[in-house]
């Protein structure tokens, strides 16, 4: 294999890893857009960020793509009124994750683009290698 094919394959495996962890981060805001704290003075789940930093691979001088941190959405929690919930402070709100599932859904879309885009890259590396190894058998 040509330092050039398995330079792509790595950095399209990088990708495909990283856009994996942003998917499950993903799915675990999706799960939890409803959950409330159990009291009023408990805070309800918080919309999780992955953090992602370029990583130069020394061997291949390839810049490769890694999820380094998830962080806290630090955006406010939404209130909505509802009395009888145990978690209702004493005006009869209470406080919902800072989910949006419009949001999670669009990111959801856009990393599953990603993947599909560097599958893609995968796919077109094997069909280039097995083709030179076609000419190279001539």
């Given at each position: 294999m040509s330092n050039n094919a398995?330079?792509?394959?790595?950095i399209a495996a990088a990708g495909l890893r990283a856009q994996s962890a942003r998917m499950r981060?993903?799915?675990?805001n999706l799960?939890?857009?409803s959950s409330t704290g159990r009291t009023p003075d408990e805070n309800p789940y918080q919309r999780q960020m992955p953090v992602f930093r370029?990583?130069?691979d020394r061997v291949t001088g390839a810049n490769l793509v890694r999820m380094t941190d998830v962080r806290a959405d630090e955006s406010e929690f939404r209130l909505?009124?509802?009395p009888g919930h145990p978690a209702a402070n004493g005006d009869g709100y209470v406080r919902y994750p800072n989910v949006s599932s419009l949001i999670e859904l669009m990111d959801m879309r856009e990393a599953q683009r990603s993947y599909e885009a560097?599958?893609?890259m995968v796919e077109g590396t094997r069909r280039m290698m097995e083709r030179t190894l076609d000419l190279?058998?001539?």
């Amino acid at each position: 294999m040509s330092n050039n094919a398995s330079d792509t394959l790595q950095i399209a495996a990088a990708g495909l890893r990283a856009q994996s962890a942003r998917m499950r981060i993903i799915a675990e805001n999706l799960a939890n857009a409803s959950s409330t704290g159990r009291t009023p003075d408990e805070n309800p789940y918080q919309r999780q960020m992955p953090v992602f930093r370029a990583e130069l691979d020394r061997v291949t001088g390839a810049n490769l793509v890694r999820m380094t941190d998830v962080r806290a959405d630090e955006s406010e929690f939404r209130l909505v009124y509802e009395p009888g919930h145990p978690a209702a402070n004493g005006d009869g709100y209470v406080r919902y994750p800072n989910v949006s599932s419009l949001i999670e859904l669009m990111d959801m879309r856009e990393a599953q683009r990603s993947y599909e885009a560097n599958m893609n890259m995968v796919e077109g590396t094997r069909r280039m290698m097995e083709r030179t190894l076609d000419l190279l058998r001539r």
